[in-house]
């Protein structure tokens, strides 16, 4: 089983001008702790959000890390010129040696694509054009392409990625049916779910993946939950209950400010709600081992994917719930 982290990036009490710095430390803690990846969300206008331009943020973590294996999770296509995000993924490939893995998506929240001018009904049809431009782009290296919403006539792309033909592929998914899609494009995928709704996902996935491919090793399979750790379990509860507070408060952040609907995949108000749900544990290591262990065992994936550093969790708190977790946890999951 590998280990990974996804990240929101999003705003606490720390000031911008040390909050950046402080979240490439956590990152470097990662790459010495022996994670496989770490997958930056991206979000606009809202405090969700740090990391608004992934490929910026990606470019210091390459340059931060030896091993550690990165990517947006997901890069929302529709705000994206293709060709041009085709020659930045190139960049940050390269300038990684090869560590790069590329999510791609619609963009989780319409209202943060309306901010810049885009209709999100029609963000599905520009996701799928745009991921066809970049895999051509990423593949071929020269674009002939004619679409609804671009295109290219004998243009050359002059950069190629380190990783041939390209780098890994990376999903969100929520429901069957998209799992299903994924298993079929030989994605990895990651499930924000319970392990209940994610073990349904990851048989259609493995069916559909298995019609197609026969290798010999599946690709990462994985789900992602909220995790503290601290040598006292009251000490970990209170701190993901403040953390988390936080954390939801920016989630819901633009729709409130917009006066519009809850976002589509809300969470709970309160940390212990999530924890009673499987996605979020706190407490000791062996609490914390005990929670993981039943939670990869029930949803059958094989990529546990950690939020560490989350609302207004400090650096040093989120370090010592990281070390405790690299030290006293790891180990006994790996086993």
């Not at 819901?252 to 749900?277: D, I, K, S, V």
Request: contains cysteine.
């Amino acid at each position: 089983m590998d280990f990974g982290v996804f990240d929101h990036l999003d705003r606490g009490s720390t000031p911008l001008s040390s909050y950046y710095e402080a979240r490439l430390q956590l990152v470097e803690m990662y790459d010495q702790g022996g994670f496989y990846g770490y997958h930056v969300a991206e979000h606009h206008g809202t405090p969700l959000g740090m990391a608004p331009s992934p490929s910026v943020f990606l470019a210091c973590v390459a340059q931060r890390t030896k091993n550690l294996r990165f990517g947006p999770m997901v890069y929302a296509l529709p705000l994206y010129h293709p060709l041009r995000l085709a020659e930045e993924i190139c960049m940050l490939d390269q300038l990684s040696d090869g560590r790069l893995e590329i999510g791609f998506g619609r963009g989780a929240s319409p209202l943060e694509i309306a901010i810049f001018g885009c209709d999100p009904d029609e963000s599905q049809k520009i996701y799928l054009e745009a991921l066809k431009i970049i895999t051509m782009a990423l593949t071929q290296h020269h674009l002939d392409f004619e679409g609804e919403f671009f295109s290219f006539k004998d243009v050359p792309v002059a950069l190629e990625p380190k990783q041939l033909p390209h780098p890994p592929l990376w999903y969100g998914m929520h429901a069957v049916e998209s799992a299903e899609r994924a298993g079929d494009q030989d994605l990895n995928v990651i499930s924000l779910d319970t392990s209940t709704e994610t073990r349904e996902m990851v048989a259609a996935y493995k069916n559909a993946w298995s019609k197609r491919y026969s290798r010999p090793k599946w690709p990462k399979i994985g789900i992602g939950r909220f995790v503290v750790v601290s040598e006292k379990e009251e000490e970990a509860l209170n701190l993901a209950r403040r953390a988390y507070r936080v954390w939801h408060s920016s989630f819901n952040y633009l729709f409130r400010y917009r006066g519009a609907a809850a976002p589509r995949h809300q969470r709970p108000t309160e940390f212990e709600a999530m924890e009673e749900m499987g996605r979020a544990v706190a407490g000791t290591p062996e609490k914390v081992i005990d929670f993981l262990r039943k939670e990869m065992v029930q949803s059958d994936a094989n990529y546990l994917v950690g939020q560490f550093a989350f609302g207004d969790m400090s650096s040093e708190e989120a370090q010592r719930s990281v070390g405790l977790f690299i030290s006293e946890v790891m180990p006994h999951l790996s086993a």
